[in-house]
């Protein structure tokens, strides 16, 4: 079945950086668009990020845009985030999901990597 494994949140300060992974398996993770997505504490879902199968289109929301990087290793079946002067805003929980900006929903996502952000 499909698996998603997300991993390299933590506590970082005001400015700092991270990057998360998510493994794939159970599908065949070079075809598939793949996603980034959040959830603040209290809020619903967020959208950052989308990159095709190929890498050839990346996408990023206006909140994100200049601060993070989507990436993919085909041969690797992993999906990279590269987060850099991070702020308190985004804090969340960060997901990987299949599926493009709106199709994610409909699809799988993994468990999830808490990132927190300190002043």
């Known amino acids: 079945q499909v698996q998603l494994v997300e991993s390299g949140g933590g506590l970082v300060q005001l400015g700092g950086s991270l990057r998360l992974s998510c493994a794939a398996s159970g599908y065949t993770f070079g075809v598939t668009t793949m996603s980034w997505v959040r959830q603040a504490p209290g809020k619903g879902l967020e959208w950052i990020s989308t990159?095709?199968?190929?890498?050839?289109?990346?996408n990023y929301a206006d909140s994100v845009k200049g601060r993070i990087t989507i990436s993919r290793d085909n041969f690797r079946d992993t999906l990279y985030l590269q987060m850099d002067n991070l702020k308190p805003e985004d804090t969340a929980v960060y997901y990987c999901?299949?599926?493009?900006?709106?199709?994610?929903?409909?699809?799988?996502r993994g468990q999830g990597t808490q990132v927190t952000v300190s002043s």
């Open positions: 999901a299949q599926g493009g900006r709106t199709g994610y929903k409909n699809n799988e």
């Open positions: 990159i095709t199968s190929g890498s050839r289109i990346q």
